[in-house]
């Protein structure tokens, strides 16, 4: 393979960087990475036929690893069928690497198969798209492939992590003959040694002394990977520095005694009063998106007169609840443990060393335990009746201990959110909510399971498990994937929402109900199916459906929209006579 | 909804340009779109759920109006699962109207849901790409927003035709109250009178100089949709001027007395006297993408010493035989028209006004005779052993005249070429080799069986139908729609062509065999299902699933990749010995 040696050596360096997983569509304009990824021994291979969900797999594996995990398709609209899961993983930070193939680029607008322009196709969508040469014979030309490739994977793993694309023209002939043996040359690998942001001391200072002067400081945040470390810290802050930790289930707040999950359920139709007795003086925000509306709707009508936003690059203003003052570059955990030290230690030294119990926190926490308690009272009113809410509610209760949660959009993640899961659970919760699309719920929950020795369940909606079918089809199904779909036969948010509930339109252009069961898909994904509509029905099906099993298993709940619906309406009415007045 | 009137005039303005079809994919961020074409009297909405398919159901449908179709979606990687029908649109140059809802501007990078950099999304892939104001207060924007949708219609239209993005922010409150009806204003309709390009009569007497001193003269037709006029002019310049037309299934050139449709067959592995023997003075290529490497191939080998190219606009250089000498700005059908017309009134003043008789032309014709017959004879060789090819011809023979057919990517195109399709059958040809992907031909098809009242049958491999199943989900499936699955439950084309069939990744990395069958698919559309897996029962259920019936129709045919690997074998050693030496 001496002409495509360059490419072969693709393999290697993604070896010698610390690549572990590689997700290959097939392809032929592709074969030459294909094989290079495939007779290299040290990289684990998957094949997937359709892109769009290979996209998302390597999404769900890449976030489990916690490492760029790299895409191989073929050239022309394979490529665009990636750009769901690049868009997702751009917004979510999660690294990959995108090895297109393409053809030469003397071929495009030539009338030639499969040939489009990919030079920069996935736009603002990627950390950076590079385009490789053609040709190899230049000593220069193997140079800047591999320095390219080294650059790519460090700027994927850089943070914030993110997809890098790199499009890889490929003249012929680029299949081997027979016979012919690869050999992976001894490549160059190029580091990039860390160099987290640090704030200087005279910086640390200044902050300190608005940390010192301010009486109500909250910290507020978005979605975050599972972190035990960054749970201490802020259990830290919150009891002994009675400071309010405000997070919902997608950044991995759990249920306990310190953090504030409910919200969403008390900070809705709040009066202007109650409002500002809720206001933080300084709020401090990390982690990406926030899930729930409620609650960036709380911090943009009631601003805090300061608000520091740590993130580690300062290239670009987040202020998405429109009162940012201070952009600190950082990365999370080490500043706020750093914070903690310092504030812990100023107040050793002016002998102020006792817990903090300002009524600030425990005003936000006696609103959360109210909340929670009408959260309770709520979804267990229908009784036996199986509504998707109270579905979620008992997955949750029952998921197995140190488990995998993936949480798809649009519903699910909203119900799961509002139930909230408790500390003990040490529950790792994912969902796409970088582009929050539902495109790919499925194939991201699947390529976890590909990775993790956990029990990965995912919770789904009807429209996001059939969109995403396709995440059953090609690759065997990992064992440990649970899938619980919640069947109401319609995009159901349309219902829960206000906008399109009003309309005529409602059900034939916004929830568009299919009649389709998933018993057939299961089967012919060889899965263990089973379904379910009653509470208990649910009760008695999920201790086994959570055990191990030789397969994986989906267990279909069939739920009524109108149900559901009028569950909400109990809720939000609920919410209006019975939280909100007593704030 | 005086707030959106802008974006309610949109719906009255597609009507008033023509525009008849919207599919619409539910989303919340659109719904002013949605409600603007579903209120309206005059438009026909169709709504799919997966964009993916419902774009490329839209390009069907555009094929068979021969007018844009609109397609309007919501924001996020709603709109990047449009992109690989955009690019196939953009390259078979069919109209779409692209209409994407999009946060306003201000909320990108805020960690806001589905918001991202949606401006250019599609790069090069469309004619061009526009995006609306957020705000209509001042006039100008409203002027802006009313001009820029009749330039993006007239410019999707515009030969050669294909889709325009116009990218439409939506600021909130964008649902109308319950009870609030919408008014569609009168709306200013922007037209551009047709102006073909037109060459000086002193162009037309330098290329009829050319002509007349040029013996052998040849037409190659790319793809170009099922023509009448088309074919009664080519004909005119086969029989009566002596002109070699050659061409493919997919440019609608079908089997009679005069056209050349074997070439795939007879100009592979020509020596090179053979060659020289088929190469022309002239030749005439009209039409988009051609389908056969051995046809490609041929006229690279042999390059004419004048090659001119009839396109509709100069701006970009199609060379894909690498011999163009001159590129002639002209719809191909009246340019070959006053092309046959000159020729033969020359030849009248000149006394000349017999048929041609010339060798080249019996020459090409002999060769075609000899391949259709070696052709014939190998696709029956195998008796009662249904293979993919055997099954193609099969069905193309039966299908019911004056229907339509839409060939798959990747071998199902390649198959029905080998066979062709005889004059007296009428048959319009489909197939999505703008890109030619395998990932919407099944959502193509479907487009065209919404549109035509014409039976549609889609010839398809077991891969691209799974691929694309959600083009089955969410519509209703149209009744005068027919599947031919060849199931050889894998990517056949990997084991056909040369590269990876030799190499021992061939079964485990390209061909990725998943077990399916379509049965339990067929069962969840609610459309009838057969299967049969010999030729006999091939030949007994065709008739009948053929006939139109009150739903669609699949019929699977299981085949054996080793059996069609050796069909094909046996097929090129054939023409090694059988053709190749009397040519």
Redesign the interface.
């Known amino acids: 393979m001496p002409i495509l040696q360059a490419v072969v050596n693709i393999a290697e360096l993604l070896h010698q960087k610390g690549i572990t997983d590689v997700v290959?569509c097939?392809g032929?304009r592709s074969?030459p990475l294909?094989?290079a990824v495939?007779?290299h021994p040290r990289l684990r291979?998957r094949?997937m036929?359709?892109?769009?969900s290979a996209g998302f797999v390597a999404l769900g594996m890449a976030q489990q690893r916690r490492q760029p995990v790299a895409i191989i398709c073929t050239s022309?609209?394979?490529v665009?069928?990636l750009?769901?899961a690049?868009?997702?993983a751009?917004?979510q930070q999660v690294p990959l690497l995108l090895l297109t193939a393409d053809r030469p680029h003397e071929w495009l607008?030539?009338?030639?198969?499969?040939?489009?322009?990919q030079v920069?196709?996935f736009?603002?969508?990627v950390k950076r798209g590079y385009d490789l040469p053609a040709d190899y014979t230049h000593a220069d030309a193997r140079w800047f492939i591999e320095r390219t490739l080294n650059e790519a994977i460090n700027l994927s793993r850089l943070s914030p992590a993110g997809p890098v694309h790199v499009n890889v023209p490929l003249r012929e002939?680029?299949?081997?003959?027979?016979d012919e043996a690869f050999t992976y040359e001894r490549v160059r690998v190029i580091d990039v040694l860390a160099a987290p942001p640090t704030l200087p001391t005279e910086t640390w200072h200044q902050l300190l002394a608005v940390w010192d002067r301010t009486e109500r400081v909250l910290i507020a945040v978005?979605q975050l990977p599972c972190d035990p470390a960054m749970l201490a810290i802020l259990k830290k802050f919150s009891d002994e520095l009675g400071v309010p930790v405000v997070g919902e289930i997608t950044g991995n707040i759990p249920m306990n005694d310190s953090f504030i999950t409910k919200g969403d359920t008390f900070l809705s139709g709040l009066t202007d009063s109650a409002g500002q007795g809720f206001r933080p003086d300084l709020l401090i925000t990390i982690g990406?998106?926030?899930l729930t509306r409620n609650l960036k709707t709380f911090f943009r009508q009631y601003p805090a007169q300061q608000h520091w936003h740590i993130q580690p690059t300062a290239d670009?203003i987040?202020?998405?609840f429109q009162s940012l003052t201070t952009l600190i570059p950082a990365e999370p955990l080490p500043f706020l443990e750093k914070l903690f030290a310092d504030v812990d230690y100023q107040r050793f030294l002016q002998g102020d060393d006792e817990d903090e119990t300002n009524g600030f926190l425990s005003h936000w926490q006696a609103a959360d335990r109210l909340a929670a308690k009408l959260v309770q009272q709520t979804v267990s009113d229908p009784g036996d009746l199986l509504t998707d809410w109270s579905a979620v509610q008992l997955v949750l209760d029952q998921l197995p201990e140190g488990s995998v949660l993936h949480l798809a959009n649009s519903m699910p993640v909203r119900y799961a959110n509002l139930c909230g899961i408790h500390e003990r659970q040490h529950i790792s919760v994912w969902g796409n909510?970088g582009?929050?699309?539902i495109?790919?719920c499925l194939s991201t929950a699947l390529g976890a399971a590909l990775i993790t020795d956990q029990l990965v369940t995912v919770l789904i909606g009807d429209?996001a498990f059939?969109?995403d079918?396709?995440a059953l089809?090609?690759a065997p199904v990992p064992p440990n994937l649970r899938i619980i779909l919640l069947n109401n036969d319609s995009?159901h948010?349309?219902r829960i929402?206000?906008?399109?509930s009003?309309?005529p339109?409602l059900e034939?252009?916004?929830?568009?109900p299919?009649?389709?069961t998933a018993k057939?898909?299961a089967?012919?994904a060889g899965i263990r199916y089973q379904s379910g509509n009653t509470i208990e029905s649910l009760r008695s099906l999920l201790p086994d459906f959570f055990q191990p099993g030789p397969t994986a298993a989906l267990l279909e709940l069939t739920t009524d929209k109108l149900a559901n619906q009028q569950l909400f309406t109990r809720y939000k009415e609920n919410v209006k006579t019975q939280i909100s007045p007593k704030l």
């Open positions: 290959v097939p032929s074969a294909t094989l495939a007779r291979v094949v036929a359709d892109e769009r022309g609209s394979a665009y069928n750009a769901p690049v868009a997702e751009y917004f607008y030539q009338q030639d198969g499969q040939t489009i322009d920069g196709i736009g603002n969508q002939p680029f299949y081997p003959t027979a978005g990406n998106s926030f670009r987040n202020d998405s909510r582009v929050s699309g495109d790919g429209v059939f969109y079918r396709n089809w090609s995009g948010i349309f929402i206000d906008g399109p009003r309309q339109e034939a252009y916004f929830e568009t299919h009649g389709y057939r898909t089967e012919d």
